[in-house]
């Protein structure tokens, strides 16, 4: 077998994760996936984080993503950091960059196993901006000039793409040049905040295109986290494994010991366990009921009939689910148009699936239920329905959603659009 | 990575790189560079063991039989070698 | 590409020459 059937199966140990340190940023992007700004009181502590860690390396998992949030606002981050190293598990970490003053850099320059991944949205600063924030250009900026002066190798600077920035890849290019980084863009998926400007931002079809063609033409050494490979059907799959690893070889533990399939899938749907019960992330990862069913062999549903589902694989599970769509049909950026018409046909008040667990500082957001409560921790792991395929309504599942979407209401220090 | 790696010589001994984690599977193993960030599936037990026996060897060869490789498969065992030395996933052992 | 109707034994593996197989640990979709 190839290597990717093999995972698609799934592995004993994840080969790699994302753990999410903290709920809290000093930021409020646009689209956070992780709908993150405040802390979660009920946030694993240091000691905890260590046991993750301890485990980690028992399953033998090569390396962690650490994110968040801003992971550098928790005070045991560095510490954190060391104890994972000193504990054979590699750590990459996606930040900001507002901690990476120049004695961390140095400190960071000294440090082997640790690679750092600086979130920027806009070559510019107003289409930076825009989305994270004011001054969020210059903090990054900063930390990749601090980084390079202390002779950090290669940092990576990780951009979403969107509507407003796509026409910059060549400029994206650059700067990841001038400071010695490599570049690594990825896609936008309508998960946490990301729904409520999916439609504002996510890149146009055309768009798509061009991003496909300049990856060809011009993507060399650039990485994509994988997350282009719904784009395969224009024409050769893209390098990477071209796969959901959600599950599989990958999943997400969150700032409250929760193990979701993927960090753009938080939702209940997606939730496989919690570290905190017996057993830990190993019993979650080896048994529960969620990655069980993920690792059945996938038949593709309404997209088996399509010449390219061996390359697209039906695109991306987060993507079709928190756009209401079928998870075994088509993406919702299918390049084919194959959604479109799902898409057109959702009525003018149809509400898309949205999670509880919600973190934003700011006021009630646009198409958000108004609840600040956290969701309540269960000390066992929850008996859950694992994922099915859905060949009727899309939220046949779903317990139904109150709130009405209301457009324009802005996040905390981010104009709105159009006002 | 090194772009002046020295030319596979499996009459030398060698060894595992100390900058990769291997990870036996049932179908085989994972190796991770933490250098290069790249990963690779080694998909036969057998070459697993040559590459886990490499560093208690004189030679690949030896590792090679030791771990039973048939005199008919040998080619292509070394060329998969060659293509794990020049990824850096194993490398010259210094003889003390 | 070719659908597999069966497990790749070890002599396959050998046979195709394919007894390493590498990829990059960024083409992994689910991290950051």
């Not at chain 1, 990485?223 to 796969?243: C, K, M, Q, R, V």
């Not at chain 1, 509880?356 to 600040?372: G, I, M, T, Y």
């Not at chain 2, 060329?79 to 052992?93: C, K, M, Q, V």
């Amino acid at each position: 077998m190839k290597l990717t059937e093999h995972f698609q199966y799934g592995l004993n140990s994840p080969i790699c994760l994302t753990w999410e340190l903290t709920y809290a940023c000093n930021l409020a992007c646009v689209h956070c996936l992780s709908s993150s700004g405040r802390r979660d009181p009920r946030e694993l502590s240091t000691d905890e984080c260590k046991a993750v860690v301890d485990e980690l390396q028992k399953m033998q998992v090569f390396y962690v993503n650490i994110g968040g949030g801003e992971p550098t606002v928790r005070p045991d981050f560095w510490e954190i950091l060391d104890y994972s190293i000193d504990h054979n598990v590699g750590v990459k970490f996606s930040t900001n960059g507002i901690k990476l003053d120049p004695a961390r850099s140095r400190q960071l320059a000294r440090t082997d196993y640790v690679d750092v991944q600086i979130s920027l949205d806009g070559a510019t600063a107003d289409v930076n901006d825009h989305v994270r924030g004011p001054g969020s250009y210059g903090t990054a900026m900063r930390a990749l000039e601090n980084l390079a002066e202390a002779g950090f190798a290669q940092p990576k600077i990780s951009v979403v793409m969107t509507r407003q920035n796509v026409d910059q890849l060549d400029e994206f290019k650059a700067i990841a040049d001038k400071f010695g980084a490599q570049l690594r863009i990825t896609r936008l998926r309508p998960s946490g905040r990301g729904a409520d400007v999916w439609d504002e931002l996510h890149p146009t079809a055309a768009q798509q295109r061009q991003l496909y063609d300049w990856l060809v033409a011009r993507g060399e050494g650039v990485l994509t986290g994988d997350s282009f490979f719904h784009l395969s059907a224009y024409g050769e799959a893209l390098p990477g494994l071209n796969l959901c690893g959600a599950g599989r070889v990958v999943c997400l533990i969150d700032p409250v010991g929760d193990v979701y399939a993927c960090p753009f899938a938080i939702h209940d749907e997606f939730l496989a366990g919690n570290v905190r019960s017996p057993g830990g992330f190993e019993a979650v990862w080896r048994e529960s009921e969620l990655f069980a069913e993920l690792r059945k062999p996938q038949t593709g549903g309404a997209c088996r009939s399509c010449g390219h589902y061996d390359a697209c694989q039906g695109g991306c599970m987060a993507a079709k689910f928190f756009t209401g769509l079928p998870l075994d049909g088509p993406d919702p950026e299918c390049v084919l148009g194959n959604a479109d018409a799902a898409l057109a046909a959702r009525s003018a008040d149809f509400e898309v699936p949205k999670s509880e667990v919600d973190h934003s500082r700011s006021a009630p957001r646009n198409s958000r239920v108004n609840k600040r409560e956290p969701v309540g921790l269960t000390l066992a792991p929850p008996a859950r329905r694992p994922v099915r395929d859905c060949d009727a309504s899309p939220l046949a599942d779903m317990a139904p959603a109150g709130g009405v979407p209301v457009a324009g209401v802005p996040v905390a220090g981010v104009p709105v659009a159009g006002a | 990575m090194s772009s002046s790696t020295p030319v596979f010589d499996p009459e030398r001994p060698y060894q595992r790189s100390p900058s990769v984690a291997l990870r036996e599977e049932s179908f085989g193993a994972l190796v991770y560079h933490f250098g290069t960030r790249k990963l690779s599936f080694l998909k036969t037990r057998m070459l697993v063991d040559v590459v886990v026996g490499l560093e208690s060897h004189d030679d690949v060869h030896s590792a090679m039989s030791a771990a039973g490789v048939p005199e008919a498969e040998s080619p292509a065992y070394l060329r998969a070698l060659a293509g794990l030395a020049s990824a850096g996933t194993i490398e010259p052992r210094e003889i003390p | 590409m070719p659908p597999i109707e069966h497990s790749e034994t070890a002599d396959e593996a050998v046979a195709e020459e394919t007894l390493v197989e590498e990829v990059s640990i960024d083409g992994m979709c689910g991290v950051y």
